[in-house]
């Protein structure tokens, strides 16, 4: 059976270079013969492959990006950092922990892990534009290289060319949704740091000296929620391509449904 995923990339080398030599050759790979009855044609494979490309980008950041689409998917889920985490159940443990726990955080725990997943939901829409140009500015070695890569060869080359400038993208509306007050006129930028501020004051906070518990390392919470936003993403993105090599009912158009039905 054909690498799916070598199949998948084809579509780039074509796409981008437009080259006769290169189509021949990649029709003479993969037996893309279009004087032979039943094969199908580089056009056919050209139009698939674009269409399987733009079917798995566009539905895995459509589904993050609708309401609920990062908070309501515990695969993508995003938690408040592990050491905040960390000091919380450490805090429960005891009777004197829990005592602190509820004057810091308890009644606003919940609000801060919502906030960090309406941060992601929004600002995931910016990738669209930036696939495409890393799609676009791939170059002939590129191409083969992915061509000759593993199954998951199509993630790898769009999180390494697209990472820093997705970052960029996100990370200022994540951060104006942690900047915006949702409990008591506090943000969960102001939340978190009061929370980190405090527990780490061990002169005023006689029962967590008490515990000997070890300080927190205060994050930058906006660069923490972009980069656990970016893992979901493609995350996502990576399954929508399995489903449509191996689903033949995730293939929602008659190309898909040609091209990957003789893989």
């Known amino acids: 059976m054909r690498s799916t995923a070598l199949i998948f990339f084809a579509i780039f080398c074509i796409t981008i270079f437009n080259s006769c030599e290169t189509l021949k050759q990649v029709a003479k790979d993969y037996d893309l013969d279009p004087t032979q009855s039943g094969q199908l044609t580089e056009r056919e494979v050209i139009q698939g492959?674009?269409?399987a490309l733009e079917v798995g980008t566009k539905a895995g950041v459509d589904q993050l990006a609708a309401t609920n689409g990062y908070l309501r998917d515990e695969a993508v889920k995003i938690f408040l950092p592990s050491e905040l985490q960390s000091a919380i159940s450490q805090l429960k443990s005891t009777s004197a922990g829990r005592k602190v726990y509820d004057e810091l955080i308890k009644d606003i725990?919940?609000?801060?892990v919502v906030s960090l997943n309406r941060a992601a939901e929004k600002a995931v829409v910016k990738a669209?534009?930036?696939f495409v140009n890393a799609i676009t500015s791939m170059t002939v070695q590129d191409g083969f290289n992915?061509?000759?890569g593993t199954d998951n060869a199509a993630t790898t080359y769009l999180r390494d060319k697209t990472f820093n400038q997705l970052v960029n993208a996100f990370k200022p509306d994540i951060k104006n949704v942690l900047d915006d007050p949702i409990v008591y006129n506090k943000s969960s930028?102001?939340?978190?740091?009061t929370f980190v501020k405090t527990y780490n004051d061990v002169e005023r906070n006689d029962f967590i000296n008490a515990l000997k518990l070890s300080p927190i390392d205060e994050k930058d919470l906006a660069s923490f929620v972009t980069e656990r936003a970016l893992d979901g993403m493609f995350q996502k993105i990576a399954l929508k391509e399995k489903d449509i090599r191996k689903n033949p009912s995730a293939?929602?158009?008659d190309?898909?449904?040609k091209v990957f039905a003789q893989q």
């Open 49 to 51: 492959l674009k269409s």
């Open 189 to 193: 930028e102001q939340l978190y740091s």
């Open 146 to 148: 992915i061509l000759k």
């Open 255 to 257: 190309i898909l449904k």
């Open 251 to 253: 293939r929602i158009n």
């Open 109 to 112: 725990e919940e609000d801060m």
């Open 128 to 130: 669209k534009p930036i």
